[in-house]
């Protein structure tokens, strides 16, 4: 049975990246789509290709660092489309670079959108789904939110949070009909890799140690999917991503090696900032 078919399922950073892959997954499914982005242009393109393929998509502006935007929004489809079956809260960001040079306005920033972005869509959804007695709350983390993750602290420390949040309130939601999943792929070719603050780095150079291959997006919506309808608590993926997490439970000491190699390798290709901000970071 296709878990999708008529459902009513709210998107955020819709307009892009694994956002946009799920929307046009989603749709395909046979879901009526709320395609949610700050980028309204974006969101409003996306809707617009999943009428033209015969689905169903509404594409609406949304800043999921504003708590009254989001909860306002999710009110309205839900109110529209008379319930709300599935919240994907997916837009995130990525600030990328040694700590040392991450500056407070970057860490408040990471922490609005990757945490309190995904905070505020899941109370919102938690309220409309726990009145309904129905619906699946699915926080797209990384695989960066259950291991360590050198050269890029500020979104590794955010997707720790969104896990954390996830698995605490599914276990207080199941009585209330409410499922929650949190999401957690490993590399995946989406837009924030070129979208992402990288500080006091190449990009290109940066880009060339990922030790991994990126997944197409359109893989990691389909894997997305198909684990989100079978209900699991964590949903990590590929392979590899799976294999690292089950190491780090077994005994985080057995990646340090790994974790070491990173950041010496992002240090290699550093570019020291200038000397006034190398001395207000120490």
Not at 46 to 54: C, I, M, T
Not at 93 to 117: K, M, T
Not at 139 to 168: C, D, E, Q, R, W
Request: hydrophobic share 45%; net charge positive.
């Amino acid at each position: 049975m296709n878990k999708y078919q008529g459902r009513i399922a709210f998107v955020t950073g819709g307009a892009a990246g694994i956002g946009r892959a799920l929307c046009s997954e989603l749709a395909a499914a046979g879901a009526t789509v709320v395609v949610a982005d700050i980028n309204e242009q974006g969101a409003a393109k996306v809707a617009k290709s999943l009428r033209h393929g015969g689905g169903r998509a509404d594409a609406l502006r949304l800043d999921v660092s504003d708590g009254q935007a989001v909860a306002r929004s999710l009110r309205e489809a839900a109110a529209r489309h008379g319930r709300l079956d599935y919240v994907f809260n997916n837009a995130g960001i990525s600030i990328a670079g040694d700590a040392r040079d991450v500056s407070e306005a970057q860490w408040r920033r990471i922490v609005d959108i990757n945490l309190w972005g995904v905070l505020h869509g899941t109370r919102a959804a938690y309220e409309i789904m726990a009145r309904q007695g129905s619906g699946h709350i699915v926080n797209i983390a990384s695989l960066a939110g259950l291991l360590t993750f050198p050269a890029n602290v500020p979104y590794s420390m955010t997707k720790h949070a969104v896990v954390g949040l996830s698995l605490s309130l599914r276990a207080e939601a199941a009585d209330l009909g409410v499922k929650v999943s949190v999401v957690c792929p490993g590399y995946v070719k989406s837009d924030i890799f070129e979208s992402s603050t990288m500080l006091n780095a190449p990009r290109d150079k940066v880009m060339a140690q990922i030790p991994f291959g990126l997944m197409d997006t359109a893989d990691a919506a389909r894997t997305i999917l198909e684990r989100v309808a079978r209900n699991p608590a964590v949903i990590v993926f590929p392979r590899y991503a799976r294999l690292l997490w089950w190491l780090y439970r077994v005994s985080p000491g057995l990646l340090a090696p790994l974790e070491r190699k990173t950041i010496r390798d992002f240090r290699a290709v550093r570019t020291a900032p200038p000397l006034a901000e190398e001395e207000s970071t120490t």
